[in-house]
């Protein structure tokens, strides 16, 4: 499927940047740093972006990582917000859904809602911006993300196994699924 620019009027994106991070580099240690191209094309498809936030433990992840990870995001124009790792808890998550329902409240010019992250837990505010009218933009890796979110999304930018970015319309996938069960 051709790769295609998402127009939108205002957009806000919120990066669960550990979830992502995690799943496009399961169990690596980097020694030489970062990838973050696949975030980049992602983030390309993306137009009248007011602002772009990544929320995570950072220390944590330049542990893993071994490199700023921090530095590396606002080096790409992102606002990073830290926050420390709490076992048993997703401080993240609980920030994101936060900003996410305050900017809801805040900005009624607020067209697009772009979630960085394949977690269920994501699920209850895509639904309620959903039902306010707002378009829902997924950016997850393929192969962790929740179905419940999914259904939810209006589109989905995949980041796939090779870190690639795909484009996908959710109309067109399900008008799609519906012909081939049709064709059995």
Known sequence: MQNKRITTRRTIVWLDIENLLRAMFPGQRLHAGLDMTPLKKALRHLTDVAAIYAYGDFFLLSRIFRCDVEQMLRRLGIVTHHLASIRGKNSADMAIVTAIHIALAEQPDLTTVVIGSGDGDFRPVAAYARSLG????????????????????????????????????QRQTALSSKYLASRQ
């Open 134 to 169: 707002k378009e829902i933009v997924l950016i997850a890796p393929f192969d962790s993300l929740s179905r419940q979110l999914k259904g939810l999304a209006h589109r989905m930018i995949y980041l796939d196994g090779n870190f690639s970015t795909t484009i996908k319309n």
